[in-house]
């Protein structure tokens, strides 16, 4: 049972643009959300991260947004470049020592 | 980078035979996990350590077992492995569990044939 869902498996967005990365979650008792990146053979890199009491966090090019009533969180690239290509993971934890992660959607920017 | 190694970073093993991948961290971090990474399924904890001999199983646990004897290895074994365990497996460390990133390793891939 997927606690946290990536529904859009990849995404293709024009550099310059903004991307938008979508993740919802089934567990109320999360209440820190993060976003990681992953390039080909590489391990996943720290992006973004909000705690359950904001509803946004922004750092440079990258804002994430909470909705906890709709249980939905969401990463904007503005603006997109090239280099943000690669795979984002939305991830959870809370009340446990459990960091539970989604299944990813690859993010394509094309000149 | 954190200091967290993976070893060995390919294997190739056959049906049936135990294995053993090492995460090795220098950082002195308490919180120590297992992943692993399939296509559709993204990120799955397998086990996680909070401490010296403390550890929990995560969301697919069947079939490994772990073991933290030393605060900065983190062992995990497949007993006798399948070929649905053929994946790429990711070490990750935190300090802390809630509200604190993880860090993670390069990923060990293995084949089981």
């Known amino acids: 049972d997927q606690q946290v869902k990536q529904n859009s498996p990849s995404l293709s967005v024009q550099e310059g643009r903004i991307s938008i990365l979508n993740c919802d979650y089934t567990?109320?008792?999360?209440?820190?959300f993060l976003w990681y990146k992953k390039y080909p053979a590489e391990g996943p890199t720290f992006l973004i991260s909000i705690s359950s009491i904001k509803d946004k966090n922004e750092d440079g090019r990258f804002t994430v947004f909470l909705n906890k009533s709709a249980k939905h969180l969401s990463l904007h690239i503005v603006p997109s470049q090239p280099g943000d290509s690669a795979v984002y993971f939305c991830a959870a934890s809370g009340h446990t020592d459990k960091l539970i992660f989604g299944t990813g959607t690859r993010l394509q920017v094309f000149p | 980078d954190a200091g967290i190694t993976q070893s060995p970073r390919h294997k190739v093993t056959e049906t049936g035979t135990p294995v053993t991948l090492r995460c090795h961290q220098t950082e002195n971090h308490r919180y120590m996990y297992w992943y692993r990474q399939d296509p559709g399924h993204g990120l799955r904890l397998i086990h996680y350590?909070?401490?010296?001999?403390?550890?929990d199983k995560g969301e697919v646990s069947d079939g490994y077992s772990v073991s933290r004897s030393k605060t900065e290895d983190f062992l995990l074994t497949l007993e006798s492995a399948t070929s649905s365990q053929t994946s790429v497996y990711f070490c990750?460390?935190?300090?802390?569990?809630?509200?604190?990133?993880?860090?993670f390793g390069q990923g060990t891939r293995l084949t089981v044939v």
């Open positions: 350590s909070y401490g010296v001999k403390d550890t």
């Open positions: 990750a460390i935190s300090e802390g569990s809630v509200g604190t990133e993880a860090f």
């Open positions: 567990n109320s008792m999360f209440d820190y």
